[in-house]
C-alpha cells in the first residue's frame, strides 16, 4: 500500500491517494465523516475548527460503496479558502499581505526558509501545518476498514494533558467510553486537564499530551526478526512519529523498561492450547513482531508551537530581534492527535498486513488471515 497526502493548510483543499488497497472492501463514508469530525474536535482546539466542516469527497477507486482495487483517491475542501484565495489562489495571487518572516521557534519556519529558497515562511508553514492530517485520518478510515474485516481493531485516548496525567490502566473495551469532551478516560481528571488548557490560553501559552493506542486481534507473525526495515516496532513508531509535534513513542513500558530488572519486564509465557503470556509489557510485539497479545504505544505531542505572547525570535532574513508570528491557534490538540496516530497506525499495519498476506481481493486475504495460527 501506498500513500500520498497533498494540499496547503489554506489552499482549495487536501487530497489523499491511497494505492493498493484490495478489491471488494466494503467503504463506510459516514465512518469517515465521523472520525473527521473527531479529529476536529477536543477542547483547546482554536477559531479555525468553526470554520471548517470536514468532509471526504470519493474522486476514485470506489463504485457504489464498494473498493475496485484501483487507487481511492479523496478529496477534503478547505472551507477557509473562500477567506484566502486572494492570498493562495495558485493561478495568481498577492503574495506580500500574509508574508510571514517573524519565524515562530517549535514550527517549521526557519528551517524551511533556508531549505527551500524562499524569504516567506508561508511557503513552509502551509504545509507543515497539521491541516495535512484530515487527509491521512480520511485514508486512515478506509485502512481501519479493512483491518476490520480481518478482526483486526485500533482504539487510542487521551493519557495527560500538560502536567495532568492518568497513570490507571483501562482494557481495550473500556475505551469506547472515552469522553468526548478531551478523549480522556477520568472525567475528573479530564475537569482538571481542561481548566490546565484555560490557564494556558489565559496566559497565552500552549500544551501537549499523551495519547495511548491500541491494537486489538492481531495475530503473531507480523512485522519481521529478520531484516530490520520490517521489525513492526520500528515501523509503528515511525508512523506515529510522522504525525506533527510527536517528539516520543513508547511501544509497552517503554522507557519504564530500562529501569527494571529483567523479572520485572519479560512476559512469561504458558499453554493452555494456546500459548499466551501472564502479562503484556512488551506491548505486543517481540524481536520485531507481533506476538498475538494486545499492541500498546504511546506518543509524546509538544505543546502547540504558535504562542499567542510569541517567543524570542530573530526575524528572517535580517536577523532582527522580533517577537514570534501568531494570529490564531489552537491551545491544545492532543484529543485531534489522538484521532490522527490511530489512523497513521491504522495506514501503516494495513500495509504490514498485506505484504505478508497479498491477494487482490478482501475474499482472498480473509481465507489468508484465517489460515494462521
Ligand atoms: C496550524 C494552525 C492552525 C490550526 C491548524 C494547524 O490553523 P490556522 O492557522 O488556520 O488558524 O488550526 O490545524 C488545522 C487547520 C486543522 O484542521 O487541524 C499549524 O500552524 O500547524
Not at 323 to 335: F, G, H, K, L, M
Request: charged share 25%; glycine share 12%.
Amino acid at each position: 500500500m501506498r500513500l500520498s497526502t497533498a494540499g496547503e493548510s489554506h489552499g482549495k483543499g487536501l487530497v489523499a491517494i491511497l494505492e493498493g488497497v484490495p478489491a471488494g472492501l466494503n467503504v463506510d463514508l459516514e465512518e469517515i465523516a465521523a472520525r473527521l469530525a473527531a479529529r476536529q474536535s477536543g477542547y483547546g482546539r482554536g477559531g479555525r475548527q468553526k470554520i471548517e466542516k470536514d468532509r471526504a469527497e470519493i474522486l476514485s477507486g470506489v463504485r457504489g460503496g464498494v473498493t475496485l482495487g484501483s487507487p481511492v483517491a479523496l478529496f477534503i475542501p478547505n472551507l477557509d479558502y473562500a477567506n484566502w484565495e486572494p492570498y493562495m489562489a495558485p493561478e495568481g495571487c498577492d503574495t506580500e499581505t500574509k508574508k510571514l518572516t517573524k519565524v515562530r521557534p517549535g514550527h517549521a519556519d526557519l528551517a524551511g526558509v533556508m531549505k527551500y529558497g524562499t524569504e516567506d515562511a508561508r511557503n513552509v508553514l502551509e504545509r507543515a501545518s497539521a491541516r495535512e492530517t484530515a487527509a491521512r485520518v480520511a485514508a486512515g478510515t478506509v485502512c481501519r476498514q479493512l483491518l476490520r474485516v480481518l478482526g483486526v481493531e485500533i482504539a487510542g485516548y487521551v493519557r495527560a494533558v500538560g502536567e495532568v496525567s492518568d497513570g490507571k490502566e483501562y482494557s481495550f473495551d473500556d475505551l469506547k467510553k472515552k469522553s468526548p469532551v478531551l478523549s480522556m478516560m477520568d472525567t475528573e481528571l479530564e475537569k482538571r486537564a481542561c481548566a490546565y488548557i484555560d490557564r494556558c490560553r489565559e496566559e497565552g501559552d500552549s500544551c501537549g499530551g499523551i495519547a495511548e493506542l491500541r491494537v486489538k486481534g492481531l495475530k503473531s507473525g507480523f512485522g519481521s526478526c529478520m531484516t530490520y526495515r520490517e521489525k513492526l516496532d520500528a515501523r509503528l513508531a515511525a508512523a506515529l512519529m510522522s504525525v506533527q509535534a510527536i517528539k516520543g513513542v513508547e511501544v509497552g513500558l517503554g522507557f519504564a523498561a530500562a529501569g527494571k530488572r529483567g523479572s520485572e519486564v519479560h512476559d512469561e509465557i504458558y499453554y493452555d492450547g494456546a500459548f499466551r503470556r501472564k502479562t503484556n509489557r512488551a506491548g505486543g510485539i517481540e524481536g520485531g513482531m507481533s506476538n498475538g497479545e494486545e499492541i500498546v504505544l504511546r506518543a509524546a505531542m509538544k505543546p502547540i508551537p504558535t504562542l499567542m505572547k510569541g517567543l524570542g525570535t530573530a526575524e528572517y532574513p535580517s536577523g532582527a530581534p522580533a517577537r514570534a508570528a501568531a494570529e490564531r491557534s489552537d491551545v491544545c490538540a492532543i484529543a485531534a492527535c489522538c484521532e490522527v496516530l490511530g489512523s497513521a497506525l491504522a495506514f501503516e499495519l494495513a500495509c504490514v498486513v498485506c505484504e505478508r498476506l497479498g491477494g487482490d481481493t478482501v475474499a482472498e486475504m480473509k481465507v489468508r488471515y484465517g489460515a494462521l495460527s
